[in-house]
């Protein structure tokens, strides 16, 4: 009977190179495989693929290579300051899930950080040497220009959260913005681990995604990869304050890190009347 296939982790495309080579120099075979099969050139990242027989030598390798533990020494100060983290992507979405997210900031007394990753592709591999001067002063002019409306895009939701914040549609909460050039999914995650944030809210879809996706790539990646609470905002919820919903879900695979966050889960949701 063939030894089927099973999903060890999903990484971004450099870690799961470094996993993949500490896996097969102890005789594992492994398999990449892009998690967005309809655009995998721009990947939402990378699931890593092992032979079922090879699962249990797998973990006892992930659990005794120190590369895999995630940094404590900042817990201390993670847990001082509350902290909310709000990627957008300026679609109604995610729009949605800013207002929710900052209501959410004020009932628990939390700081608010929004956050919109941008992509600029380059291709250096597809251009001919005598051609690359040239290229690099358009790729400068294009990547400057693609900066230019992101921060338009970024002041013109800012200017819409005090507008609403001075008339009281919005509750006053210390918040900022910052701007990343990258992947999406990539720095969120990377972010995360330099902000420290308690929960991150952010829109189940991004204005990319086919109506098909129940939770788009970039929010699937976060969930799965990230440590932090993810509260994903579907697009058709019917307002922008926790205390209004009714029900709330929580994803799991049912393994010890769900079980932790679980515990997270509730801590933050406490206060809320949610079933």
């Not at 296939?5 to 470094?18: D, G, N, S």
């Not at 999914?185 to 189940?204: D, F, N, R, W």
């Amino acid at each position: 009977m063939e030894d089927k296939l099973v999903t060890l982790a999903i990484h971004t495309f450099e870690k799961a190179q470094i996993l993949k080579t500490i896996l097969e120099t102890e005789g594992i075979e492994v398999y990449i495989h892009n998690v967005n099969q309809i655009q995998p050139v721009v990947s939402a990242g990378v699931r890593v693929r092992i032979k079922e027989s090879d699962l249990p030598h797998a973990l006892r390798i992930i659990e005794d290579n120190k590369w895999f533990e995630e940094p404590k020494e900042e817990e201390a100060k993670v847990n001082a300051v509350k902290k909310v983290l709000i990627p957008i992507d300026f679609s109604d979405y995610s729009a949605k899930a800013c207002e929710l997210g900052i209501n959410y900031a004020h009932a628990v007394g939390a700081e608010v950080m929004i956050m919109h990753a941008y992509f600029s592709p380059y291709f250096p591999s597809a251009i001919p040497m005598g051609d690359t001067l040239a290229y690099q002063v358009n790729e400068e002019e294009s990547v400057q220009h693609i900066l230019q409306r992101v921060r338009i895009d970024m002041e013109n939701i800012c200017t819409h959260i005090n507008r609403k914040m001075s008339s009281g549609e919005l509750p006053k909460v210390k918040y900022d913005y910052v701007l990343r050039e990258g992947l999406p999914e990539e720095e969120i995650i990377a972010y995360s681990k330099e902000y420290h944030p308690t929960l991150i809210v952010m829109g189940t879809r991004g204005k990319s995604q086919k109506d098909m996706d129940l939770i788009g790539s970039v929010t699937g990646e976060v969930i799965e990869v990230n440590r932090v609470p993810v509260l994903a905002i579907p697009e058709n919820v019917p307002f922008t304050d926790l205390r209004d919903a009714k029900n709330i879900a929580f994803a799991t695979s049912f393994n010890q890190r769900d079980l932790v966050a679980f515990d997270e889960f509730m801590e933050i949701i406490k206060g809320f009347d949610l079933n």
